[in-house]
Structure formats: structure tokens, C-alpha cells
């Protein structure tokens, strides 16, 4: 099917004569995925829908208490602070976006009236500024009005450098004007493509300017509310004991109507996955749990008791370890792993690309994830058009000994190399998980056959994970040689997910290392491309420099990707949800309800 082909179907959408179903069956046949399909529909000005989940509660309220369980427990309730996906799920229960990402990636409005498309005056036709409308009569939970004001003063608190938000990189090259009291337009500096990312998704959540104003720049982490959340979701804030338990009850002024369906809400933070799995789909204890990174073999056992179920749902995210090509044992300005240093012997290619064959990713994915995951040697792996085709992974010890050998590490009498008084051991950590250990000790093995020396280390998850600037174990510090984790595409485009590879989001003391660019790593080839992909509007062109950003980082071994993560939950029988793997888990809170 060619160009001209899927005009024509688009046409027929437009027209009424195909379903948007029937559309994205038919260019899904093409191998072309349902974000991108979704996009291709919003560029060619079809409207997408409202509402993503069928939801059959008739009034507000009633549903009694919602449980659920994060055992990743969250730290704080500042979306722009927020770098872990549990602080960001949490700060999503009270602060909104305009719009967020449904299952399939199509943009669906939250605190915007509608989605901009260039039909309803949204869309420049040169791509350089979009125009929002939002709702009218939405209040703050403290009765406040929500206005454009709101929406232009994030811009400014998430912009300005000192405030170190973690969302800076999507607000610093924008500015924001207010058209009206409800009203705003946003001004990109050149043609932009993916012009959805300020104010949308999991960096998007608006702020109340009369709860921030006095808290900008650098006395931003001293605002009250990073902790005391007034925000406009369907939940109201009642009580939060960090790194354990959120209270909230229901907004009785939710600006959807007949939403939400729960009277009060729980998030309990603490334990372990496998607990968690235990106290949704075995006692029934908990109506919902997060992240079921458990073995396979476990979940089916618990699976088997019949009072919960998994929902599974594809994503874009990626479990993946990073080789410190800095000097994580040796401070510098303050800070160890600082970016002016390099790695003692990670900082030797060939070092590197014989750990990426020391790893048996078929059987992790095999006996470790099952579900969960699928084997993969690329960082983005979709939607599937920007998924490099070249990319490809081997586990081979003889030939990862044949690399370190001709690179002149040899081995000592203890078995494991040196070169230069230099000695391969590393420091290989990641969060406290019975896969992610099992995944440890699978490396681990097949290293030491290489003469490489890796000492294990957990660090529990909600530390591991944690925005603490204060902590020296959280994974954005990278206090060690090699880390592991999952990183989340939080969109259905990668270019914002890809800023984890340039340099000017490298994480440093100075950022409060909430910096994107966890590696410290950066190329100027893929500086390059990045930028040249931010403005180019030929779809084709777009991706092959996205796709060239994910093969520079993976090529030289300085990223290596494992599992392509399904995002997997845990819920009971009576509960209905409303996933993304697009956007957080709880980005269509207000639309669960009980039956």
C-alpha cells in the first residue's frame, strides 16, 4: 500500500464510510502500529475520541474504598519532581494533564477542551505552535478556578533551570501564551512534528499557580504542596507518610461527570512484588497491584486461585543495564560519576561489547519474565517503525573471551583479567526484585567464565528509585559500574524518550541529577540527529534519525537493552481498569469503578 492508498482510507474515515476500528486493522496489516496509525489520523485533522474505557456507573461516588498497592512506594507528589514512574503514577492521582495517552495511543483531552488538530484551528499549518482550549468551570481542590494562568506559570516553573524539575527538557525551548482565561498557545522555535508533549502525559500535569508562585526557581523544593498536593484529579488529598501509604477521599467537583466511581482511595508503598501478587490475586486483600515483576512460574500458580487476574498491555518501555563509561570512584566537583571523568576500563569498548555477549537475554525472557518481556537488543522497540532493523543480540562466552583477549586483558591466576594494574570487577546494582537478582546472578555466571568479577548489589526499590537528591543509591546518581533497570516510553513517540541519550540532559549535581541522561554518555553524531529529528516533518526522515540516536548508544555497548517490557498489573476480578502502555498507570484513575 503506498502513499496515496492510505490517503484514501483516511478520506474514508473523514467520511464516515470506515470505521477508525477498520483503519487501523487495515495499515496494522502494513506493519505500520496503532500510535502511529492514531497520529497519522490527527495529521490528516480526524478527531479523536473522548473516552477510551466503556464506563457504566450512572452517578458519582458509591463504589466504597479503592486499595491499591504500589510496593515501589513513592517518595513525593511534584509531577516535575517526579523521576521515578511511582512518584509519577502518584502525583497523577491529584495534578492532571490537558490531555493523556490511551491503550492505543490515541491523545485523549483530560483539562483540555479538545485535542488540537489544524480542522478546529489548533495545528499551524507549519508546525509551530498549537493552540489549546481548555475546560471551563474545572476547580483546584481547593475551589480555586482552574485558568490559563495555571498553564502559562508551569511553563514558567518547569522552564526555569533552577527550579531542576525533572520535566525541564519538554518546557525550557517553548514559550506559552494566554490567549484568554481559558485560552493558551504554545510557540515552538521551528517546525516541531510531535508538538504533544508539553502539558500532555506524565510530564504534562498542570500546577496551581496560587499553590506555586512563591515556590519558583530555586526554593522550589520548599513549596508545601510537593508533599500536600492541591491539584484538579478525582481524588482529593488527605494524608501521605512517604515511602508508605497515601490517603485521598473523592472530589466531589470532578469536572467529569458521574466520575469517579470510588469514595476513597488507598496507595500503600513498601514490600516486594511478589507480595503484592499475593494480595491481589490470592486474598483479595487489595483490589489493584503495580508492576507484577514476578517469575512467570509464580504468577500462573497465583493466577490459579481465581480471584484476580493480569492485565498485561504492550509498551515501549525497556529493561535495560547501563555501563558507566565515568568514574563512579572518584569525586569530582563534588559529585562521583561526574561527566569529566572516564571509567577506569569500562571506558574500553571492547570491555564493553564482551559484557553485552556475556548476556543470555533468550533466557531471561524464557525463565525469568515469560509474559512480561520479550528479548530484544534495541532500546526503542515501538511503535514498531522506529525500532532499528539492524540492531541484533548474541550470547556468546567464547567469542566475548576472544574480544577481551585481543584486546590484551589477560587472565591472573584467580581467573579474572587485568591490563595496565587495571582488574575487570564491577559493581553491578539495580532495586531489590527476585527477578532482577535472578537476572544479576544469570550475568554474573556467565562473566566470571569471561574473567570478569561482578559483585551484586540491591538497593531497595523505593530508594533505588527515589527523587531524594540527598541519597547516594538512587539509580539517576549511577554510583556504581553497572546498573539495571526498566525506563518507561512515556509517549507513542521516542523522541522524547531518546533524551536520555543527549548531552544536554546528562545528570549532574548541578541538575540535582534530574537529568534524562543517566549513561553520562553522549556522541555528537546522535546530538546531532536528535535535533535534526526534532524538527522534521517527512515521517520517514523522523524516524530514520530516531533510529540512528538508539543505534549509536546501543552500538557502542554503553546501553544494553534487554527485555522489551509489557507493563503487567494485577487486579481482582470485579475491578475495571483503564491501562496505558503510553502513558502512567494511573492516568484514567477516575474511569475505574467496580462491578
Not at 554474573?444 to 537528591?469: H, L, N, Y
Not at 540527529?529 to 549509536?552: F, T
Amino acid at each position: 500500500m503506498n502513499e496515496n492508498e492510505i490517503r484514501g482510507l483516511v478520506g474514508q474515515v473523514k467520511q464516515g464510510t470506515l470505521s477508525r476500528r477498520s483503519f487501523m486493522q487495515r495499515v496494522a496489516a502494513l506493519g505500520i502500529a496503532a500510535p502511529i496509525a492514531s497520529q497519522i489520523l490527527v495529521w490528516h485533522d480526524v478527531a479523536m475520541a473522548d473516552a477510551t474505557l466503556p464506563y457504566k456507573p450512572t452517578k458519582a461516588g458509591g463504589g466504597g474504598p479503592l486499595k491499591l498497592l504500589f510496593w515501589q512506594a513513592p517518595t513525593l507528589l511534584n509531577p516535575h519532581f517526579a523521576i521515578g514512574t511511582k512518584d509519577q503514577m502518584a502525583s497523577r492521582v491529584f495534578f492532571e494533564p490537558l490531555a493523556g495517552w490511551d491503550r492505543e495511543g490515541n491523545l485523549i483531552p483530560c483539562l483540555a477542551a479538545e485535542v488540537p488538530t489544524k480542522q478546529n484551528g489548533g495545528l499551524a499549518a507549519d508546525g509551530t505552535s498549537v493552540i489549546w482550549k481548555l475546560k471551563q468551570g474545572v476547580k483546584w481542590h481547593d475551589g480555586k478556578p482552574f485558568t490559563a494562568d495555571d498553564v502559562v506559570f508551569t511553563w514558567v516553573y518547569a522552564a526555569d533551570l533552577a527550579t531542576a524539575a525533572y520535566t525541564t527538557g519538554s518546557y525550557k525551548d517553548i514559550k506559552v501564551e494566554k490567549i484568554d482565561d481559558h485560552t493558551v498557545k504554545v510557540i515552538f522555535k521551528a517546525p516541531t512534528p510531535f508538538w504533544a508533549d508539553p502539558f500532555v502525559g506524565s510530564v504534562g500535569p498542570i500546577l496551581p499557580k496560587h499553590h506555586f508562585g512563591d515556590y519558583t526557581g530555586a526554593k522550589s523544593r520548599e513549596a508545601p504542596a510537593n508533599l500536600k498536593p492541591v491539584g484538579t484529579g478525582p481524588y482529593k488529598f488527605v494524608e501521605f507518610k512517604p515511602g508508605d501509604l497515601i490517603r485521598a477521599e473523592r472530589n466531589p467537583d470532578y469536572h467529569i461527570k458521574n466520575q469517579p466511581h470510588f469514595d476513597t482511595l488507598e496507595i500503600k508503598g513498601g514490600g516486594d512484588a511478589v507480595s503484592a501478587a499475593r494480595a491481589v490475586l490470592q486474598t483479595g486483600e487489595y483490589d489493584f497491584a503495580w508492576n507484577m515483576q514476578v517469575e512467570e512460574e509464580v504468577l500462573k500458580r497465583m493466577e490459579a486461585s481465581g480471584k484476580g487476574k493480569l492485565d498485561i498491555t504492550p509498551s515501549g518501555n525497556v529493561e535495560f543495564i547501563i555501563l558507566n563509561t565515568t568514574d563512579p570512584w572518584t569525586e569530582v566537583d563534588g559529585e562521583r560519576s561526574n561527566a569529566k571523568t572516564k571509567h577506569p576500563t569500562l571506558s574500553d569498548p571492547a570491555v564493553r561489547r564482551a559484557i553485552n555477549l556475556l548476556i543470555d537475554r533468550d533466557s531471561i525472557q524464557k525463565f525469568i519474565y515469560g509474559r512480561g518481556g520479550i528479548a530484544t537488543a534495541s532500546f526503542v522497540n515501538a511503535p514498531k517503525q522506529f525500532k532499528s532493523p539492524k540492531l541484533k543480540y548474541e550470547f556468546s562466552i567464547d567469542k566475548a573471551n576472544k574480544v577481551l583477549d585481543e584486546a590484551g586483558w589477560k587472565k591472573g591466576a584467580d581467573g579474572f583479567r587485568e591490563k595496565d594494574g587495571k582488574r575487570l570487577k564491577y559493581v553491578f546494582q539495580t532495586s531489590t526484585n527476585a527477578p532482577r537478582q535472578k537476572t544479576q546472578a544469570i550475568i554474573k555466571q556467565a562473566c566470571e567464565k569471561a574473567g570478569i568479577e561482578i559483585e551484586i548489589k540491591a538497593v531497595t526499590a523505593s530508594v533505588f528509585f527515589s527523587s531524594d537528591v540527598g541519597n547516594p543509591d538512587t539509580y539517576s546518581k549511577f554510583y556504581a559500574d553497572m546498573e539495571m533497570y526498566n525506563t518507561t516510553q512515556p509517549q507513542p513517540d521516542p523522541e522524547r524518550f531518546l533524551n536520555q541519550c543527549v548531552s544536554w540532559e546528562i545528570a549532574t549535581k548541578e541538575n540535582k541529577w534530574l537529568g534524562r541522561n543517566i549513561s553520562r554518555w553522549s556522541d555528537p553524531e546522535a546530538d546531532k540527529a536528535y535535533k535534526a529529528a526534532q524538527n522534521e516533518l517527512d515521517p520517514a526522515k523522523r524516524a530514520a534519525l530516531l533510529i540512528k540516536v538508539d543505534e549509536i548508544f546501543c552500538e557502542a555497548n554503553v546501553f544494553l537493552p534487554l527485555l522489551s517490557r509489557n507493563v503487567v498489573n494485577a487486579h481482582v476480578n470485579s475491578l475495571v481498569i483503564d491501562m496505558s502502555g503510553w502513558d502512567v498507570t494511573t492516568w484514567n484513575l477516575a474511569a475505574w469503578y467496580r462491578v
